[in-house]
C-alpha cells in the first residue's frame, strides 16, 4: 500500500495524558499536513510541513500542540495535558509540489477519544 | 470558524434527480478544490479549479468556479447511490499558499 498511513487509528486517553500520533505519507510527497475533523464539520487545518519545515501553524493550536518532521518524511503530532474538547478524528495529507499537483491525499486518520 | 461557507448542509435525493452543492468565500481564493468523504471514510480529492469562470466536467459532475473567485458549486446530474457521501469545498488563497480551508460540507443521501 503506497498510500497515506497513520498510527494509531484509535486512542482512547484520559484527560490530562499525553497523546502522540505518526503519519506516513506518500513517499516522493514533500509536503505534509495535519487537520482535525470534529462530526459534521470540515477537516480544520492544523500545521503543514514542507520537507523537514515547518511553514504554517493555525492560530488555533494551541500550546499544547507540536508537530515534527524531523528528516523530512514522517510526522508525529503531539498533544500534552489533553482535554475533552481535543477528541477529534486526526487527519494527515501529503501532496507533492514537484509536479505541480495540489491534491492532498489523505490517510485514514487517528480518532482520539478523550474521557 | 468556518472561512469558507457551503449550503447545503444536508440533502436528500431520490435516484436520478439532480444535486447541487455551493461554496462561498468571503475572499477571493487562489484555488479551489473539492473532495468527496464517504461515511467512515476520509476525504478522496475530485477536482481543482485555478482559473475565474473555469468549468469542469467529470462524467455526472460538473464544478464551476465564480468569475470573481469566491463562490463554486459542484452538480450531479442523476445521482445515483454511489453518489452517497459528504462533499466538501476547500480554498486556498494567494496568501497563504498550501493552506486550505474547508467548507462544513454537504451529507448526500440518495434514496432508491
Known amino acids: 500500500d503506497t498510500g497515506v498511513s497513520q498510527d494509531p487509528r484509535h486512542k482512547i486517553t484520559k484527560r490530562g495524558q499525553n497523546v502522540t500520533f505518526r503519519c506516513d505519507p506518500i513517499s516522493e510527497h514533500n509536503r505534509l499536513y495535519w487537520y482535525r475533523q470534529t462530526l459534521g464539520q470540515g477537516p480544520e487545518f492544523l500545521t503543514y510541513?514542507?520537507?523537514?519545515?515547518?511553514?504554517?501553524k493555525s492560530r488555533l493550536l494551541s500550546d499544547r500542540f507540536s508537530a515534527e518532521r524531523p528528516k523530512g518524511s514522517f510526522s508525529t503530532l503531539e498533544i500534552q495535558r489533553t482535554e475533552q474538547g481535543d477528541s477529534a478524528m486526526y487527519l494527515c495529507?501529503?501532496?507533492?509540489?514537484?509536479?505541480?499537483?495540489?491534491?492532498?491525499?489523505f490517510g485514514p486518520g487517528t480518532r482520539l477519544t478523550v474521557t | 470558524g468556518q472561512q469558507v461557507m457551503q449550503i447545503p448542509q444536508y440533502q436528500h435525493v431520490q435516484e436520478g434527480e439532480d444535486f447541487t452543492t455551493y461554496c462561498n468565500s468571503s475572499?477571493?481564493?487562489?484555488?479551489i478544490q473539492w473532495y468527496k468523504q464517504r461515511p467512515g471514510g476520509h476525504p478522496v480529492f475530485l477536482i481543482q479549479l485555478v482559473k475565474s469562470g473555469e468549468v469542469k466536467k467529470q462524467k455526472r459532475l460538473t464544478f464551476q468556479f465564480g468569475e470573481a473567485k469566491k463562490n463554486s458549486s459542484l452538480h450531479i446530474t442523476a445521482t445515483q447511490t454511489t453518489d452517497v457521501g459528504t462533499y466538501f469545498c476547500?480554498?486556498?488563497?494567494?496568501?497563504?499558499?498550501?493552506?486550505?480551508?474547508f467548507g462544513r460540507g454537504t451529507q448526500l443521501t440518495v434514496w432508491p
Open positions: 510541513f514542507q520537507n523537514e519545515a515547518q511553514l504554517e
Open positions: 476547500a480554498g486556498e488563497r494567494g496568501s497563504t499558499l498550501g493552506r486550505l480551508y
Open positions: 475572499t477571493t481564493l487562489s484555488n
Open positions: 495529507a501529503s501532496s507533492s509540489l514537484n509536479r505541480g499537483d495540489y491534491e492532498q491525499y
